[in-house]
């Protein structure tokens, strides 16, 4: 199944590498985020200035609506926790990641994701993830190991 077209292959390549990228960045982000989430401090300044690097790469999406283009699509997805996740993780954590100024086509592209009907209507209440998320974080501050000191 070795495309004959150079253009199909080099699109193909273009794919693949956009989302090994898009992949790694939604696990750094993910971690990051976390981290800065659940900590205080040094650590919590150090998570986010890395999960603000890895928003770098996400505010590539300049210019459409979607990752797709006009529509919903893989990237689209597999990123679409941070939409809806990282604004939850910036209240409890008292930072922010996601500066408007900065991030405009991230914060643009994050509406419309959540504005879709599928996802608007798939998502759990915004007021029982902040209440988790704060359990969560006072656990974790608490923890005998002392992984996490807010």
């Known amino acids: 199944m070795i495309p004959k077209n150079t253009n199909e292959i080099r699109v193909k390549f273009r794919f693949q590498a956009c989302t090994i ?10 971690k990051a985020g976390w981290v800065a989430m659940s900590t205080s401090g040094d650590e919590q ?24 283009g006009d529509n919903i699509g893989y990237l689209d997805i597999a990123l679409g926790w941070i939409a809806y996740l990282v604004p939850v993780w910036e209240e409890v954590g008292s930072m922010q990641i996601i500066d408007p100024l900065k991030f405009p086509a991230t914060i643009a592209w994050m509406t419309n994701f959540l504005s879709h009907p599928v996802i608007k209507d798939s998502l759990p209440p915004r007021d029982k993830m902040l209440v988790y998320y704060h359990s969560r974080r006072k656990e974790l501050s608490s923890t005998s190991l002392g992984l996490f000191k807010v």
């Open 21 to 30: 990228t898009m992949c790694n960045c939604n696990v750094m982000l993910g």
């Open 45 to 68: 300044e150090e998570a986010m200035k890395e999960a603000k690097e890895m928003m770098e790469k996400i505010e590539e999406i300049k210019g459409k609506n979607y990752f797709g």
